[in-house]
């Protein structure tokens, strides 16, 4: 038998779910929250092995709930159920701790699967959800680095070029290159346009 | 004694009124009643003055006051000149001769300004002055200077009064062959300009001269031609006056029915135009011609009217004559009574001539102190006047400069007071419109979360039930299936809808990864968007990311559907003081599609304000976009 517990402000789908879990054999409910307050005041005194959560929930919310455990050191797994289905959140719930994840409309096949993949391997990882966080990791869309734009406006004051004489020659306003030329500065940590110059040449984009 | 009338042109300006001149001085009246100008007052108060002098010597006295006054003030230096110059001919017909020199002083002062005309009358008015105060020498040298002025001027008019005043001087002085050169040359400049009173009067003056130099039959001559001209003239006062020396002169012949003759011709005339001065005289001498015939009845007669009207002349001098002459005649007729009488009266006459000429003289002293005093009071009554006019003025400047200053400091407060209201309100409103707003996020979120997992859940929870029965029955029910793909539909539309509200990104992990979401969605198109950001690690002001991030929604959707580029770059790099947001693409700029600048521009620039940022678009037609946020931190 497997213990789950479960996290959810929505009684209604709680009690859905607990009807749904139900019909597996090797399952048995044994603590219902309405928010990750409750389900840690549930956990001291109920063990479970399995703890199906939900992200959106007042007072202590999932992510949050997943912190406090890891804190706590209590010894189950977290198999997230949310409505949230974006890369970004599925990155997150990995990312927080969670050992599975799950959208909400996910079938009874499916979720009872995963409530004993996760208990008997530690994680459960649909092949979609391997898709998106892959996909997401794959195209590195976020860069703190310098875009193209800037090491473009780098060589010309590296040529020795002023901000008008740049400004007119990419068709931008001084304003603009003013403010590239600050981002610059800022991202390569340094003070003045002489310094500029001589990253430039360190780093071969000058000649 | 002898009684000689002379001539001076002078008299002229005595000249009986004729009824133009009435009229002359009613609108002279007028004028003046209306004129605000001193000047003008002045000028018309001269001429009244000047034409009122033979009839009304009262009010033309009173005039001449008036223009007097005036002189304290500011006037014109020719005006004030012309003023004095009249003082000194009123002086002189009242034989205040003192008065005449100060005034003729006075006038001399303003020499300049008095013109030839008016200093030739100045000097004629001071010689004459001197004449009767028996001070021939001056006399003749103040003649003399006008006879100068004459010259220099060539005044030919002038010289032949000038003449004439030198010729009487003469006569005065006995001195006949000067007096007859002056005469003469006289009379020749008034025939040479054919001013015929002149020569009326010269002829009668030289009658005169020729009279005491012997030569009677010229003198007759002169006399007769005098007598033609002021008939022609129409001059009776003077024909009485040539009748009357004619007389003596005839007495003097010894003709003395030809004297008897022309002293009662004389007589009558003087009687016909009232000239009692002349009247006197006749009488006297037609009293003087009985007494040597020994007709002393007539002679009594003629003397005692002679009297009466000199006492009632006060011509002093004719007064004691007559009872000299009489005491003489009642002595003679064997009335010593009378004549002791007469006699004593001559004396006291004498003495009080003498007496009254001293008092005269003293009382002359007295009122030119006086009149003096009296202008120094004037004076500085003006000038008190004048100060506290000044006073006023300077109080009324400082009220007026208070109350400008008081208004001013007022306006000032007021405007303080209302842009500090006005401050205030704006305030108030703007907290206001950012608390709305505030709750308006703070409902979208709410909604939006309502949506997202209650509506949300129960949707997949009745998709999942359904499912469930799906499963358990052996055949595929179409109702169900359709079921099911409708909830799954609806629970799609319900999270887009949620997240366009409020992105679940954006609350939970920030703005990055909610830029990110956003990102992703563009995939399926063809723009290749990349997001480069710098020490965005922290989270920021909820507000803040909550504007930026729609900010930024609202440019991709703008390059979206507007820019028709296939780059677009992102850039979030928060500095010390503030953040920098570029949003960049490679489309066709903003330019070449107006549009573009329209809702989503506008809905960009007030979150902007909204968070007291700055805002500059660069866009060149085929060269892309670049909106460029500042937002302070």
Redesign the interface.
């Given at each position: 038998m497997i213990r789950v517990a479960l996290a959810d402000d929505h009684t209604m789908f709680r009690e859905g779910l607990v009807s749904l879990l139900s019909q597996g054999n090797h399952v048995a409910v044994v603590a219902q929250a309405n928010n990750g307050k409750e389900l840690l005041d549930l956990l001291l005194d109920t063990p479970a092995d399995v703890l199906i959560l939900d992200i959106e929930m007042p007072e202590m919310d999932g992510f949050d709930t997943i912190q406090k455990i890891k804190e706590l050191s209590i010894d189950l797994k977290i198999l997230v159920l949310t409505m949230h289905s974006t890369p970004q959140f599925i990155k997150n719930i990995f990312k927080a701790g969670a050992d599975g994840y799950l959208p909400k409309d996910v079938g009874k096949t499916t979720l009872l699967e995963a409530i004993d993949r996760v208990h008997q391997t530690g994680s459960y990882h649909s092949p979609e959800t391997m898709k998106i966080v892959m996909d997401n990791l794959k195209e590195g869309t976020i860069s703190t680095g310098i875009s193209p734009r800037e090491k473009e406006i780098i060589r010309l004051i590296a040529d020795g070029y002023t901000t008008q004489e740049i400004a007119e020659k990419l068709y931008l306003s001084k304003h603009t290159v003013e403010s590239h030329r600050k981002n610059i500065l800022l991202k390569l940590g340094l003070k003045n346009s002489a310094g500029l110059v001589k990253y430039a040449i360190h780093r071969g984009l000058i000649y | 004694m002898r009684v000689l009338i002379p001539y001076f042109f002078l008299v002229m300006a005595m000249l009986p009124l004729q009824s133009q001149e009435k009229e002359a001085i009613d609108s002279l009246r007028i004028t003046l009643s209306l004129v605000k100008n001193q000047e003008d007052a002045a000028t018309l108060n001269l001429a009244l003055y000047k034409r009122l002098m033979g009839v009304h010597s009262d009010s033309a006295q009173l005039h001449l006051d008036r223009a007097v006054t005036f002189t304290k003030k500011d006037l014109s230096s020719t005006l004030t000149g012309k003023i004095i110059a009249a003082q000194v001919e009123r002086h002189l017909i009242a034989n205040n001769y003192d008065s005449v020199f100060h005034y003729v002083h006075k006038a001399l002062g303003v020499k300049k300004h008095l013109g030839p005309k008016l200093l030739i009358d100045v000097y004629s008015m001071q010689g004459t002055a001197h004449y009767y105060k028996s001070e021939y020498a001056k006399a003749i040298a103040a003649h003399r200077r006008a006879e100068k002025v004459c010259t220099s001027n060539n005044l030919e008019g002038g010289m032949a009064k000038v003449f004439n005043n030198i010729g009487i001087t003469y006569i005065k002085m006995e001195n006949w062959p000067k007096a007859k050169e002056f005469m003469t040359k006289s009379f020749d400049l008034c025939k040479k300009h054919t001013i015929e009173r002149g020569m009326a009067f010269t002829l009668g003056n030289l009658g005169i001269i020729n009279k005491h130099q012997g030569d009677f039959k010229e003198a007759i001559e002169a006399y007769e031609r005098s007598n033609k001209l002021l008939d022609n003239l129409n001059d009776e006062r003077g024909m009485a006056r040539n009748y009357d020396n004619l007389g003596a002169l005839y007495e003097e012949l010894g003709n003395h029915s030809f004297a008897q003759y022309y002293y009662l011709k004389s007589l009558n005339a003087a009687q016909a135009i009232g000239d009692e001065s002349t009247m006197t005289s006749a009488l006297h001498n037609l009293g003087n011609l009985y007494a040597k015939q020994g007709d002393f009845a007539p002679s009594i007669a003629n003397y005692e009217k002679s009297l009466a009207i000199a006492e009632k002349l006060d011509n002093r001098d004719v007064v004691r004559d007559n009872h000299l002459r009489l005491a003489n005649v009642y002595e003679r007729s064997g009335s010593p009574l009378l004549a002791l009488q007469h006699q004593k009266s001559y004396t006291a006459w004498k003495d009080s001539i003498i007496n009254q000429e001293h008092l005269k003289d003293i009382s002359e002293l007295e009122i030119k102190y006086e009149s003096e005093k009296k202008e120094n009071d004037i004076l500085l009554l003006s000038q008190q006047k004048l100060r506290t006019d000044a006073k006023l003025a300077q109080q009324r400047a400082r009220i007026r400069r208070l109350s400008y200053g008081l208004l001013g400091v007022t306006i000032i407060l007021g405007a303080g007071i209302m842009i500090i209201m006005q401050y205030h309100k704006n305030r108030k409103q703007r907290q206001l419109i950012e608390t709305i707003a505030e709750t308006q996020i703070a409902e979208r979120h709410r909604i939006a979360?309502d949506l997202?997992?209650?509506i949300?859940?129960?949707?997949?929870?009745a998709?999942?039930?359904l499912?469930?029965v799906s499963?358990n029955q052996d055949e595929k029910n179409k109702n169900i299936q359709d079921s099911i793909q409708a909830l799954?539909q609806t629970?799609n539309d319900v999270?887009r809808i949620a997240h366009n509200l409020m992105p679940?990104?954006l609350v939970?992990?920030g703005l990055?990864?909610?830029i990110?979401?956003t990102?992703?969605g563009l995939?399926k198109t063809s723009l290749e968007?990349?997001?480069?950001?710098?020490?965005m690690e922290e989270r920021i002001n909820p507000n803040k990311e909550i504007h930026l991030f729609r900010i930024i929604q609202e440019a991709v959707q703008n390059v979206i559907k507007h820019a028709q580029a296939d780059q677009l770059?992102i850039?979030l790099?928060k500095?010390r003081k503030y953040l920098?947001l570029?949003v960049?693409d490679n489309g066709i700029g903003m330019d070449s599609d107006k549009t573009r600048s329209g809702m989503g521009i506008e809905n960009i620039k007030s979150r902007v304000s909204q968070l007291k940022g700055t805002l500059?678009i660069?866009s060149?037609t085929g060269?892309g976009t670049?909106i460029?946020i500042?937002i302070p931190m």
């Open positions: - | 979360r997202h997992d209650s949300g859940g129960s949707l997949a929870l998709k999942n039930t499912q469930c499963e799954s629970a999270r679940g990104e939970k992990f990055v990864p909610a990110h979401t990102l992703e995939k968007a990349d997001l480069y950001t710098f020490n770059n850039s790099n500095h920098s570029m960049e500059n660069d060149v060269r670049i460029s500042q």
